[in-house]
């Protein structure tokens, strides 16, 4: 007993650092968010959009977000299944993972502090799926990275749009660096597993089981289906946005918000932001705020009602922590045990 609450100390300490890091960037970007606002707004403008808030489109601007629960759950079961190579009887279920999201959620909401949702999802997976914690890490961090990636590729597909809506290069061209930049990092990662088992040690071949096996995600049938994942998730965001332009009234281009929604679909998933605070004003305030028909003030009025939206969405989520955790089995669970990559080198 006192070497298992030795080595939870150890790795409560291990974490510190990640929190701490994590908490500094969110806080700074939160802060670039605040400072333009206190700069920029007027804030007898903001509460004039507000009060044209027309309450009868929240229930279904709220319920548009949240069906991103049950779409990344669907998701994520395809990472494990396809990772895996095993079948869906050997995987942890869909409605397993479907409660571990909505659950994670909910902590992501509750706790301000970026990658809760992620390590609460990796812990789930641990305990209630029998994972080990390499692939219950591996499966988490590939499936915010094929997010990733197709984001990236919409929002490149996304940027003709702009261009010919008269949005200007100052505008288009680091969006297409940023998105750029993510699919080149993408790539990286195949090769990642390679690099490390050429170092003989044994950290480094259990950082490379952590990095195996990206490659079966980008075959044509798991390819197709996370196409279609992604476009569901980036119509639930367009759809929230535009509930919320037509409960406040106004009116803008629809086509260019729809341009516009891989990038702040992007910054709402930012591990390290909460909730996408922060890092979406400053975006609505370079794209909608200047190009999109809209004031700044009313930009970034309609940024924070999306913003509560979400944490609404999250908090929901509070009432599947309630319940049985325990998957139904018709046999003994038996925990997983990771083997060694096939081209890890010999052991000495």
């Keep these: 007993m006192q070497r298992t609450d030795a080595q939870a100390s150890r790795q409560r300490r291990a974490r510190l650092p990640y929190q701490a890091l994590s908490v500094i960037i969110s806080g700074l970007i939160i802060a670039a968010g605040l ?33 991103q629960y049950p779409i990344n759950s669907f998701r994520l079961h395809q990472v494990i299944r396809r990772v895996s190579g095993k079948l869906p009887s050997a995987v942890p279920s869909w409605k397993l993972i479907f409660k571990m999201t909505c659950s994670s959620g909910f902590i992501a909401s509750a706790a301000p502090i970026g990658l809760t949702g992620d390590v609460a999802k990796i812990a789930a997976l641990r305990l209630f799926g029998n994972l080990s914690i390499t692939n219950a890490t591996r499966y988490t961090l590939f499936d915010r990275v094929v997010g990733v990636q197709w984001i990236s590729i919409f929002g490149l597909a996304a940027l003709p749009i702009q261009a010919s809506a008269g949005v200007g290069g100052d505008i288009i061209v680091p969006q297409a660096a940023l ?31 952590l990095f195996t096996n990206y490659q079966s995600l980008l075959r044509l049938w798991p390819s ?36 516009f929604i891989p990038l702040l679909q992007l910054i709402n998933s930012f591990p390290f ?3 996408g605070w922060g ?30 939206i ?6 929901i989520n509070g009432v599947f922590l309630l319940g049985n955790w325990q998957p139904r089995r018709t046999e003994p669970a038996v925990r997983e045990v990771e083997p060694p990559p096939k081209d890890s080198p010999p052991c000495i």
Excluded: H
């Design 224 to 259: 197709t289906i996370q196409m279609l994942i992604g476009i569901l998730n980036l119509f639930s965001a367009w759809a929230t946005l535009y509930l919320l332009l037509l409960a406040t009234g106004l009116d803008t281009n629809l086509w260019l918000v729809a341009a």
């Design 310 to 315: 979400l944490v609404a969405a999250g908090a």
């Design 35 to 67: 400072a333009i606002m206190y700069r920029r707004l007027d804030w007898q403008a903001m509460v004039a959009v507000w009060e044209k808030l027309d309450s009868r489109w929240l229930p279904l601007a709220l319920l548009a977000p949240w069906m």
């Design 179 to 209: 998105f750029g930049g993510l699919l080149a990092a993408v790539a990286c990662l195949l090769a990642v597993p390679r690099i490390l088992l050429l170092v003989p040690f044994d950290l480094f071949t259990r950082l490379a089981r």
């Design 273 to 275: 932001l909460y909730m």
């Design 279 to 308: 890092g979406r004003e400053l975006a609505m305030a370079a794209t909608l705020g200047t190009t999109g028909g809209l004031t700044m003030n009313e930009a970034l009025a309609v940024s924070a009602e999306w913003g509560i």
